[in-house]
């Protein structure tokens, strides 16, 4: 049971992250590799953090801080 666990919050994991990237590319424009790779690596609850946080970004340098903070 608990690996059928791990396999579902593993898909909601990976759906927001998938959210967050849309979100990323609309606002900001295609990321590089290494960002992708960055945000693709984050936990659910850095995922829902840097959700929110996008809001205000206004150029790629915003992303990259936050990554780097």
Do not use: C, H, Y
Not at 17 to 28: A, C, E, F, M, N
Request: charged share 30%; net charge negative.
């Amino acid at each position: 049971m608990e690996i059928t666990t791990s396999w579902k919050e593993e898909g909601i994991i990976e759906g927001e992250r998938s959210l967050v990237v849309k979100q990323l590319t609309r606002k900001l424009g295609n990321l590089s590799p290494e960002l992708l790779a960055k945000v693709n690596g984050l936990n659910l609850e850095r995922v829902e953090a840097l959700a929110e946080e996008l809001l205000d970004f206004t150029n790629v340098g915003d992303l990259e801080r936050w990554l780097a903070g």
